[in-house]
Nanobody
Framework: VQLQAFGGGLVQAGGSLRLSCAAS????????MAWFRQAPGKEREFVAV???????YYADSIEGRFTISRDNAENTVNLQMNSLKPEDTAVYYC??????????????????WGQGTLVTVSS
């Protein structure tokens, strides 16, 4: 599976962005798909995940502001980000893998990664 993330950019606080991740491979629909982010000087952190069965989970810091969705027909997973804050500034990565529920928050458990897209939120 190859992943390519895009859609990042510069936005003012309170604004919105939509990130997308295009996946290649015939088994896309069976994978857990997630978004992680990494701010300068910080470790990569979990943002949101959508499992193959449709369940979604979010980090507390973005709950209610971000929405993850996937389109199996188009092999894409999206992250709609609303009410952005300066602390959301980071490089955002999409990831894919076959994971058990207890592993979905751990970046090291994901086998496939996109190249990252930079989101900058100005105050």
């Amino acid at each position: 599976v190859q992943l390519q993330a895009f859609g990042g950019g510069l936005v003012q606080a309170g604004g919105s962005l939509r990130l997308s991740c295009a996946a290649s491979g015939r088994t896309f629909s069976s994978y857990t798909m997630a978004w992680f982010r990494q701010a300068p000087g910080k470790e990569r952190e979990f943002v949101a995940v959508r499992r193959s069965g449709g369940r979604t989970y979010y980090a507390d810091s973005i709950e209610g502001r971000f929405t993850i969705s996937r389109d199996n027909a188009e092999n894409t997973v999206n992250l709609q980000m609303n009410s952005l804050k300066p602390e959301d500034t980071a490089v955002y990565y999409c990831a894919a893998g076959n994971l058990i529920l207890s592993s979905i928050y751990s970046p090291e458990r994901y086998a496939y990664w996109g190249q990252g897209t930079l989101v900058t939120v100005s105050s």
